[in-house]
């Protein structure tokens, strides 16, 4: 049987912290695993789309 993303609603956590001196950063973060899809969907878009565009500059300028 397939995972089922509905069944599993539970939201998994991140937490970054960074301290430097003086200065300290938190970072927390919650996603569902629906989310952790849609996040993987968009970033391979942007890397799908960013191939693309370096294919085409390439062919513009081998065209010069």
């Known amino acids: ?4 993303l509905t069944a599993d609603q539970s939201p998994e ?6 301290e430097a001196g ?3 950063y938190r970072a927390e973060i919650r996603v569902t695993p629906a989310g952790i899809l849609a996040v993987g ?6 890397l799908l789309s960013t191939a693309v565009i370096v ?8 065209r010069r």
């Not at 294919?55 to 081998?62: I, L, N, Y």
């Open 22 to 24: 003086p200065l300290r």
């Open 41 to 46: 969907a968009l970033l391979s878009g942007v």
């Open 1 to 4: 049987m397939p995972y089922d």
């Open 55 to 62: 294919w085409a500059t390439k062919a513009a300028v081998e």
């Open 13 to 18: 956590t991140a937490v970054a912290e960074f």
